[in-house]
């Protein structure tokens, strides 16, 4: 009997340690709140050397803590480092509208530092304190046109871009409009049923950034999911997913950090 009370004392103690085991997950680094020109950010990495670089754009009225619980770069187990940036505060959002020789507006006139510079000296000091890793940018709605901004007025601050339902129309840029002066990667995600930006006018944006990576117009399956264009300086690729609209989309996450991995 005493045998038979200690094998199941042992019993028990096993399975209560194995379910605590199993409740407790991998601990989630902790957003760390920083300030750069006046401006706060939020930072994160998953492991202590990290290769890569991650600068999360939120969209319109959005804010960088939101930008982060959408996006959730700095939950994954890959080996990075993540920026989730806020536009000005005096702004409802990026201002990435009309481009007027380095004066990027929204419904305001810009009276401090455009965000394509602000943004272009916060990558080069986070590149610099992380031992420059890889740089990837991406962003939902105007945050993805701020990255299209990004990579066409920055050439050669990014390795890729990974955006979700936005654009770069024709006037936000000096004309001709085609893309970066450097062949910069792209992935862009779009819901079919956006009704704020309109696929067609992603596929217009999408067409001729194929055209300065130096694509072919013929198209094989990505890795990761959508279209890949052929015979490109830099990869260059689609996904337009039925039945979604203007969200950040379930998935889009991993799509993106796959597609980063191979640049």
Same mark, same amino acid.
């Given at each position: 009997?005493?045998?038979?009370?200690?094998?199941?004392?042992?019993?028990?103690?096993?399975?209560?340690?194995?379910?605590?085991?199993?409740?407790?997950?991998?601990?989630?680094?902790?957003?760390?709140?920083?300030?750069?020109?006046?401006?706060?950010?939020?930072?994160?990495?998953?492991?202590?050397?990290?290769?890569?670089?991650?600068?999360?754009?939120?969209?319109?009225?959005?804010?960088?803590?939101? @930008?982060? *619980?959408?996006?959730?770069? &700095?939950?994954? =187990?890959? !080996? $990075?480092?993540?920026?989730? +940036?806020?536009?000005?505060?005096?702004?409802?959002?990026?201002?990435?509208?009309?481009?007027?020789?380095?004066?990027?507006?929204?419904?305001?006139?810009?009276?401090?530092?455009?965000?394509?510079?602000?943004?272009?000296?916060?990558?080069?000091?986070?590149?610099?304190?992380?031992?420059?890793?890889?740089?990837?940018?991406?962003?939902?709605?105007?945050?993805?046109?701020?990255?299209?901004?990004?990579?066409?007025?920055?050439?050669?601050?990014?390795?890729?871009?990974?955006?979700? @339902?936005? *654009?770069?129309?024709?006037? &936000?840029?000096? =004309?001709? !409009? $085609?893309?970066?002066?450097? +062949?910069?990667?792209?992935?862009?995600?779009?819901?079919?049923?956006?009704?704020?930006?309109?696929?067609?006018?992603?596929?217009?944006?999408?067409?001729?950034?194929?055209?300065?990576?130096?694509?072919?117009?013929?198209?094989?399956?990505?890795?990761?999911?959508?279209?890949?264009?052929?015979?490109?300086?830099?990869?260059?690729?689609?996904?337009?997913?039925?039945?979604?609209?203007?969200?950040?989309?379930?998935?889009?996450?991993?799509?993106?950090?796959?597609?980063?991995?191979?640049?």
């Amino acid at each position: 009997m005493k045998k038979l009370l200690a094998t199941l004392a042992v019993t028990l103690t096993l399975i209560s340690a194995g379910a605590f085991a199993m409740a407790v997950k991998p601990a989630t680094p902790l957003l760390e709140e920083r300030t750069h020109n006046n401006r706060t950010y939020l930072f994160a990495k998953t492991c202590p050397l990290p290769d890569m670089l991650i600068v999360g754009l939120h969209g319109g009225r959005g804010t960088s803590q939101g @930008a982060a *619980d959408m996006m959730l770069f &700095h939950e994954r =187990s890959e !080996c $990075l480092a993540v920026a989730y +940036p806020e536009h000005r505060p005096d702004v409802t959002t990026w201002n990435a509208h009309s481009y007027q020789g380095y004066r990027w507006r929204t419904n305001a006139e810009d009276a401090g530092v455009p965000d394509v510079l602000y943004l272009t000296s916060l990558i080069n000091s986070l590149r610099t304190e992380l031992g420059a890793p890889k740089v990837y940018l991406s962003g939902i709605s105007k945050g993805a046109m701020m990255s299209y901004a990004v990579a066409y007025h920055a050439p050669g601050l990014v390795d890729a871009i990974g955006v979700v @339902a936005g *654009d770069f129309p024709d006037e &936000h840029c000096q =004309s001709p !409009c $085609l893309g970066p002066g450097n +062949p910069v990667a792209l992935k862009h995600i779009h819901g079919r049923r956006d009704s704020l930006v309109p696929l067609t006018w992603a596929q217009a944006t999408i067409d001729r950034w194929r055209q300065a990576n130096g694509c072919s117009a013929s198209t094989v399956p990505a890795s990761g999911g959508g279209k890949a264009y052929r015979h490109c300086s830099a990869d260059t690729e689609y996904h337009y997913l039925f039945g979604v609209g203007h969200v950040w989309p379930e998935g889009a996450t991993a799509a993106l950090l796959e597609f980063f991995a191979r640049q």
